[in-house]
Each structure stands twice: as C-alpha cells, then as structure tokens.
C-alpha cells in the first residue's frame, strides 16, 4: 500500500514498503518558480528527518529541502539533473528527489496527510 505523508516545511513521502520517495510538494513548487537547479544528495548517504537532504534553485531562490524521515539514500533522480523543470510540471511525481531505505518507519506518524495538508495550506492564506 503506497501512502503520502507532508511536512509543514513542503516535503511529502511516498512510502512503498520500506522506500520512501521524497521531494516537495506541488505548492512548494508553484511558490519557488521555475526550477533552474536540483543538487541531490549522494547514494548511500544517511540522512536525518528534518536535516537538509538536497537543494533546489529557482529562479527566484534557493531552498533546502529537508528530510522528511530519516534513513538511507538508495535512489536519487538524476533526470533532474538534465530537466530540473520536473519538479514544475510533476512535482510529486516524475519530479521526486530521492528514494530513502526508512531508519525508523514509526517517524511517518508524525507526518501530516492528505486532507491534514491541505488544512495546513488553507491556514497559509
């Protein structure tokens, strides 16, 4: 079963087993502007939720993109080295960041879902 969680920061993760797919959210993207630039993180690299996981560049700024959970960088995207513009036109599909090999799925509790998000964004104005 495949599940979207969010952060109050604009990550989400899709968890599939026990790879989460990472990247930010369709909102996070369509505040940034167009993405000129992804810097992702090394494979094999450990993160930690809530530590800077990758960079985006935008044409109006740059902006960490934190781990959502923590865990084992297995995957990253590297067709957005060749086409940052994913992250504009499917963020939070063929726009993603990284996959990570989960540390503690128990962290994933503390995500938001689907409808929790979209309240969130509704307090944003």
Do not use: C
């Amino acid at each position: 079963m495949t599940s979207v969680r969010y952060t109050k920061d604009h990550e989400y993760v899709r968890v599939d087993g026990a790879v989460a797919v990472v990247g930010i959210s369709d909102y996070a993207q369509s505040q940034l502007g167009d993405v000129v630039f992804v810097e992702l993180p090394d494979v094999g690299k450990t993160v930690e939720k809530g530590k800077e996981a990758a960079v985006v560049e935008s044409v109006k700024a740059a902006s960490e993109v934190y781990a959502p959970l923590s865990g084992e960088v297995v995957e990253v995207n590297a067709e957005l080295e060749g086409n940052p513009g994913l992250v504009n036109t499917d963020a939070e599909g063929q726009g993603w960041f990284l996959k990570l090999k989960l540390a503690d799925p128990a962290e994933l509790d503390a995500l938001m879902d689907a409808d929790a998000y979209k309240a969130f964004l509704d307090t944003l104005g």
